[in-house]
């Protein structure tokens, strides 16, 4: 057995504070800017006002202070072939002051800087997925050495090397239980639902939690080759390749920004006065998109925050509702993670509510994962529990009592054909799930089948997708066994199904999915982290890992299919109204050009009418914080 006491769990990255991003560098500059170029009109007006010299100098160092740096931005985005709804309005400022408008210029460097730092502010997200992977995966192993137990940083640990795995801690390497009889958690890792049990000879992965009972385990891996370890390596591959999300503003504005300038040069050519020119791309300055837009978003943010949703990429909410293909992890996605049981076929001469019966006054005293449901069984059936005596549990031999006077054993197909070969003709054919054997007075009784229970809505669910949101492909996309998958996917309801599948398997399928249009992959554990980074949207479902979170766009924090289709819907509402404020704004702007062109519009008169067609846009994107009438109708 293992020598030396017990120490402390094994230590987990310590990761520091994240440093100030690019981004939120960005915002901040975006706000100052906006406020010391409000200050700086409100001082012009003020000065002019009292009629006195220096009311110019305010325009002027706001636009020095506001317009050069956001000039500088725009101009690096040009230069990489980023053509952005704001290019439009960086022509305006150029072409304002170089018309002596300083006024007008410094109105859309207010404009420009408010809108783009609240747009900033709505979809500012720092990745922070690679960060917990590495908090959850401990620094240290506690090595079996002839004076107890040593403990020794993880990379260290070298194959054939004995550790120490103490109830509860994360195991650090792949490698091979010697001594010990447990369970351990691999759910996140593999896709398998139940608690797995260990016992000398059976494998062990690393990430993976420990149960009640400590283990002795041989390392057959360096850490840096482990099961964690490869995940953490495609995750940060998926993130590199992550495919970009053309937000809504940019691609109206790549139509919006071209026909502006040809109206400007049109009238500017009709009118032979370049005013007319800066008139015209003042009153198209599209600041629907760059402030309606994020307006809305926020309000969906909130919307969603109050149901129980949290918006980690804003953008989400312009990309969801054109998802057409849906992948779903199985395990705790679309069932509950917990194994139930299914079905008991008792043999004549025992009756299922018999059997049952015995085995719950039995399963009252053991820990072993089917236990909860076998009780949860007989509670369902309103039995009452016997009379136990001489309750015994042998780790992989099953448990052993009395009931009521009875010899009543509950224990495994293999453990049984064991001990007499015979019973292989009495026994049903093996199935999908897991099975346990009740024995009564040495007699074959019935045997119990167990499998993880889809979730209530989950076929209305499926179904909804097709009627409501028009889906094209529904996806079952698991790394649990075979008939296990197969057994759900017929009570869901779907037939495109896919088994047996590891992190990469998942990445390389959503990459491929990809290629047809916008995806969305929901789940829940950390084998499904890479290939939330890797579809279009990605919804983690619960609050089971903070891996899994990091890496999606969505968190649903109640374990409910019911959430995902309101986000959905949410989506829907707040990208109906962004259009609407954003596609009406720029209507009325067209309107103005056309006046503008013709000379009915004098630059610092299109700046104001901007200013209400804004105001208008602004009101109109707040009501996406009323939400969509109805959610959740299936």
């Known amino acids: ?5 017990a120490t402390a769990p094994a230590k987990h990255v310590s990761t520091p504070a994240p440093k100030r991003s690019l981004a939120t560098f960005a915002e901040s500059q975006d706000t100052i800017i906006a406020t010391i170029t409000a200050i700086a009109i409100a001082a012009y007006l003020v000065l002019k006002a009292s009629h006195s010299g220096a009311a110019v100098i305010a325009l002027h160092g706001a636009l020095i202070f506001g317009g050069v740096p956001i000039l500088v931005r725009l101009a690096g985005n040009a230069i990489r072939r980023e053509f ?4 439009l309005a960086g022509f305006s400022i150029v072409t304002a002051a170089i018309l002596g408008e300083y006024l007008v210029a410094d109105i859309i460097v207010l404009m420009l800087a408010g809108g783009t730092a609240l747009e900033r502010f709505a979809t500012r997200r720092a990745s922070a997925v690679l960060g917990a992977l590495a908090k959850r995966m401990p620094t240290t192993g506690h090595r079996v050495s002839d004076g107890g137990l040593v403990d020794i940083n993880a990379e260290d640990i070298c194959p054939g090397d004995i550790l120490a795995l103490l109830p509860h801690e994360i195991c650090p390497v792949d490698g091979e239980v010697l001594e010990g009889h447990g369970e351990m958690d691999e759910s996140y890792l593999t896709g398998e639902p139940y608690q797995i049990s260990k016992a000398p000879g059976t494998n062990v992965l690393s990430g993976a939690v420990n149960g009640q009972v400590a283990l002795k385990v041989r390392a057959t891996r360096l850490a840096q080759d482990s099961r964690f370890a490869r995940i953490m390596r495609v995750v940060e591959e998926a993130e590199r390749h992550r495919p970009p999300m053309r937000r809504l503003a940019d691609r109206l504005g790549a139509w919006y ?4 300038l040809t109206i400007a040069l049109v009238g500017w050519w009709a009118g032979g006065s370049p005013e007319r020119f800066l008139a015209v791309i003042v009153i198209a300055t599209p600041c629907p998109l760059l402030i309606a837009i994020p307006v809305a978003i926020i309000a969906g943010i909130s919307l969603a925050a109050k149901r129980g949703i949290v918006i980690k990429n804003p953008a989400v909410l312009e990309q969801l509702d054109d998802c057409r293909t849906f992948i779903f992890d199985k395990t705790g996605t679309l069932t509950y993670g917990r194994p139930a049981l299914t079905e008991i076929i008792a043999v004549p001469g025992f009756s299922e509510d018999m ?11 053991s820990r072993h994962p089917l236990a909860q449901a076998v009780l949860d069984a007989a509670r369902s059936r309103s039995l009452s529990l016997g009379e136990v005596a001489d309750v015994s549990e042998q780790p992989g031999a099953g448990l052993l009592g009395r009931v009521e006077g009875m010899q009543v054993r509950i224990t495994g197909r293999n453990n049984a054909l064991a001990g007499d070969v015979s019973l292989q003709h009495q026994l049903p054919a093996a199935s999908s799930g897991l099975e346990c054997l009740v024995f009564i007075d040495a007699h074959f009784a019935a045997l119990f089948r167990f499998h993880d229970q889809p979730r209530a809505e989950s076929r209305q669910f499926v179904r909804h997708l097709g009627r409501r949101h028009h889906a094209s492909r529904v996806v079952l996309l698991s790394g649990d066994r075979k008939a296990e998958v197969e057994h759900l996917a017929g009570l869901v309801g779907i037939q495109d199904v ?3 599948k590891s992190p990469e398997d998942k ?3 959503v990459r491929e999915a990809n290629q047809a249009g916008k995806t969305l992959f929901v789940g829940d554990g950390i084998n ?6 890797m579809a279009t949207v990605g919804i983690a479902i619960g609050q089971n890992s903070d891996v899994t979170a990091e890496s999606a766009h969505a968190v649903v924090l109640d374990s409910s299919l019911r959430k995902v289709d309101e986000l959905i819907h949410i989506a829907r509402r707040i990208r109906s109204v962004a259009m609407q404020s954003a596609v009406g704004g720029m209507l009325l702007s067209g309107a103005g050009m056309i006046f503008a062109a013709a000379g009915l519009l004098p630059p610092l008169m299109g700046a104001i009418a901007q200013e209400v067609i ?5 009101l109109n994107a707040l009501r996406a914080t009323l939400g969509p009438k109805s959610l959740s109708d299936f």
Not at 84 to 87: F, M, Q, R, T
Not at 257 to 260: N, S
Not at 528 to 533: I, K, S, T, V
């Open 84 to 87: 952005g709804s704001d290019l």
């Open 355 to 365: 059997v049952l019966r015995a085995a719950t006054s039995l399963e009252q005293y």
């Open 257 to 260: 920004t071209p026909l502006a």
């Open 498 to 500: 896919h088994f047996g």
């Open 507 to 509: 990445v390389a399928f």
């Open 528 to 533: 499904d982290a890479p290939a939330m980074l």
């Open 614 to 618: 804004d105001l208008a846009a602004v």
């Open 1 to 5: 057995m293992m020598q030396g006491s």
